[in-house]
C-alpha cells in the first residue's frame, strides 16, 4: 500500500511569506505527527494529532505555526510571517494509533526560507 | 525531559567490519526505541523497533539490544557494505507518544 506522502517537496519562499505543507497520512492511521529537521540535527517533534485534534502542540516553537486535520486524515502544517531560522525539513509521520504503535514517515518538505 | 544521545557523531570503518552504534537516553520511563536509516536528503527508513519489553531485535544483518534500566541501546550491524553508509538515528518514544531523537551517527563504510 501507499505510504506516507508529502507535498511539495521543496518550497522555497521569501522572508514573511506564508507557506502551507501538506501531508496524506497512510490509510486508517489515526495519528499523525509533524516533526522539523535542521541540517545535521535529529527530528524534533513540533504536533500529534490523534483523529481531526491536536493532542500535543507542545512542539510548536511560537503562534506563527499552526497545523490542522479536519476530517482525520490529511494535515497541514501552516507557517505564517516565515522567518530563515525556519528553514528546515518537515517531516510528517503516521502511526495506528499511539502508544506501542509504529510511526511511518514520509519524504519530507524541505522548506528553505530566503 | 527526555534527552536522547548518539555517540560517535561520525564513523568511518573499511568494508566487513562490523559496526556498532550506541543510543543512550535520560528517562527510562518508555514505550519502545527505534531504530532509523536516512540518507542525504532523504526521509527516514524504520530498521528495527524494540518494545520496552524486549531486550532485543533482530532483522538479517541487524542487531538492536535495549537495556531499559540503565539507558541504553546499541545498533549492530554484521559485515558493513559500503550500501550501509547513511546516517542511523535512534528515537523513543514516551508518555505523550512523541518520538524524541538523538542527534544520529553519521556512517561510512570504505570499500
Known amino acids: 500500500g501507499a505510504g506516507v506522502s508529502q507535498t511539495p517537496s521543496n518550497k522555497v519562499t521569501e522572508k514573511g511569506k506564508y507557506v502551507e505543507l501538506r501531508c496524506d497520512p497512510i490509510?486508517?492511521?489515526?495519528?499523525l505527527y509533524w516533526y522539523r529537521q535542521s541540517l545535521g540535527q535529529g527530528p524534533e517533534f513540533l504536533i500529534y494529532?490523534?483523529?481531526?485534534?491536536?493532542?500535543?502542540d507542545s512542539g510548536l516553537p511560537n503562534d506563527r505555526f499552526f497545523a490542522v486535520r479536519p476530517e482525520g486524515s490529511v494535515s497541514t502544517l501552516k507557517i505564517q510571517r516565515t522567518e530563515r531560522g525556519d528553514s528546515a525539513v518537515y517531516l510528517c509521520?503516521?502511526?495506528?494509533?499511539?502508544?506501542?504503535?509504529?510511526?511511518?514517515f514520509g519524504p519530507g518538505t524541505r522548506l528553505t526560507v530566503t | 525531559k527526555q534527552e536522547v544521545t548518539q555517540i560517535p557523531a561520525a564513523l568511518s570503518v573499511p568494508e566487513g567490519e562490523n559496526l556498532v552504534l550506541n543510543c543512550s537516553f535520560t528517562d527510562s520511563a518508555i514505550y519502545n526505541l527505534q531504530w532509523f536509516r536516512q540518507d542525504p536528503g532523504k526521509g527516514l527508513t524504520s530498521l528495527l523497533l524494540i518494545q520496552s519489553s524486549q531486550r532485543e531485535q533482530t532483522s538479517g544483518r541487524l542487531n538492536a539490544s535495549l537495556d531499559k534500566s540503565s539507558g541504553r541501546s546499541t545498533l549492530y550491524i554484521a559485515a558493513s557494505q559500503p550500501g550501509d553508509s547513511a546516517t542511523y538515528l535512534c528515537a523513543v518514544k514516551a508518555a505523550g507518544n512523541k518520538l524524541t531523537f538523538g542527534g544520529g551517527t553519521r556512517v561510512l563504510v570504505k570499500p
Open positions: 509521520a503516521s502511526s495506528l494509533g499511539g502508544g506501542l504503535y509504529e510511526q511511518y
Open positions: 490509510s486508517g492511521h489515526t495519528a
Open positions: 494529532f490523534q483523529g481531526t485534534g491536536a493532542a500535543d
